[in-house]
């Protein structure tokens, strides 16, 4: 039993001497490749610092010529196996950074240089290209000069025909510049009148939607109204800067037994005329194109032999007072009569004065039946109408 703990002692000891043996061998061959490495390193860098020289021998060409045969093969990776690496690698960075790289997200911020400031004037204008050009003819300015000739300017598309229609005849014809703006100044002065003007184009026919009314006074420019008139309703142009009299007229003031006040007199046409009673408003009414008015009111009962203040006031386009009438009158004794009469003017129509005097212009007919008139859309300037006013049209 002793005699076999020496042979396994003996046995442990040999195999750690290989062990031993072996590392040293492994050593010494790792050892032996740096060296070899190192050397063909050397060797290579010393290819590329300066070349072989050249042998006379015959024996030495052909060992050489012999010698790089046999390494074509394997040899030439071996010994430029660095500089192909490095052109490697520069071909392989350039192709990335020509097509590869994505330079979407890259901001170039470029510095040029600043110039000395150029000072230009400003340019209020606009456009020509964003001028809006209206799809039918309309009016910017229709105005009356004071030796009363008028100045109509307007706009439509660029560069078409256009004609300025007076009293439903064509006055002028014109075109439009490039902008599409057309400006009608006749030379001659318009007689003292009414006038409605409109536009129409011409290819295609277009027929302007708003229309003008002026009037044209007598006393000159200053009593002179131009009105646009609009599917919306109007709009003063030009007011009156001064009025005279006959501007504003009331003509008569018929009182009936039903409690209601109806008021006529004559004013500038078009304008819009109130009437106040005792300082109380009672209503409105406007002006005919003939400068004519009518105005029909429930006053209630007036105290006969009392007195009372009428006032009519004429108003222009911002409802500003430009004239003023005031009438006191005592009110007299009504005559029971259930008949009163009405002297027919001119752009008078039995409608409205049904409405003034009957409250409701449907009623028309009672006038007509009255006056034995036949057509009732047919009734002369000066014609006395007889107008019912008893207790069966209260």
Same mark, same amino acid.
């Given at each position: ?12 000891k ?25 050397r ?7 290819i ?42 520069a ?73 300025v ?5 064509i ?8 902008? +599409?703006e ?8 318009? #007689?003292?009148?009414?006038? =409605? *003007? %409109?536009? /129409? ?72 005329v ?30 006969? +032999? ?9 108003? #222009?386009g911002?409802?500003? =007072? *430009? %004239?003023? /009438? ?21 752009g ?47």
């Amino acid at each position: 039993m002793f005699k076999n703990n020496k042979s396994n002692i003996g046995k442990t000891k040999r195999s750690t001497d290989d062990l031993i043996d072996s590392a040293v061998a492994q050593q010494n061959a790792w050892l032996e490749n740096r060296r070899t490495f190192a050397r063909r390193f050397l060797k290579t860098l010393n290819i590329f610092a300066r070349p072989s020289p050249k042998k006379d021998s015959d024996t030495v060409v052909s060992t050489v010529v012999s010698d790089s045969k046999n390494k074509k093969r394997g040899g030439v990776l071996r010994a430029y196996w660095f500089p192909l690496l490095c052109a490697l690698f520069a071909v392989c960075v350039l192709i990335w950074g020509l097509f590869i790289r994505d330079n979407s997200g890259v901001t170039v911020i470029m510095t040029p240089s600043v110039p000395e400031p150029i000072v230009q004037p400003v340019n209020d204008t606009v456009p020509d290209a964003v001028v809006e050009q209206p799809t039918v003819p309309m009016f910017d300015i229709v105005r009356i000069e004071p030796r009363g000739t008028i100045v109509v300017a307007g706009r439509w598309m660029a560069d078409k025909n256009i004609s300025v229609v007076i009293n439903g005849e064509i006055a002028s014809t014109g075109r439009t510049d490039a902008n +599409g703006e057309f400006v009608y100044a006749p030379r001659n002065p318009l #007689d003292p009148g009414n006038y =409605t *003007i %409109s536009l /129409i184009g011409i290819d295609p026919e277009t027929k302007s939607e708003d229309s003008v009314f002026v009037y044209i006074s007598d006393f000159g420019y200053k009593n002179s109204v131009s009105l646009l008139m609009t599917p919306d309703g109007s709009t003063l142009l030009q007011t009156p800067t001064m009025l005279v009299d006959g501007d504003l007229s009331v003509s008569k003031i018929d009182y009936l037994d039903t409690g209601r006040i109806v008021v006529t007199g004559d004013a500038l046409p078009r304008m819009r005329v109130s009437v106040s009673l005792d300082g109380k408003y009672v209503g409105f009414a406007r002006v005919s194109d003939y400068r004519h008015f009518g105005l029909g009111a429930d006053v209630g009962e007036l105290t006969p +032999g009392a007195e009372y203040e009428l006032t009519v006031r004429l108003h #222009d386009g911002d409802g500003r =007072t *430009i %004239s003023q /009438i005031t009438r006191q009158f005592i009110m007299p004794e009504m005559t029971g009569d259930d008949d009163t009469y009405y002297t027919v003017r001119r752009g008078d129509c039995l409608w409205v004065i049904a409405r003034n005097f009957l409250r409701r212009g449907v009623l028309f007919s009672i006038i007509a039946e009255r006056n034995n008139i036949e057509n009732p859309d047919l009734i002369f300037p000066e014609q006395n109408l007889k107008i019912p006013t008893g207790g069966e049209n209260k």
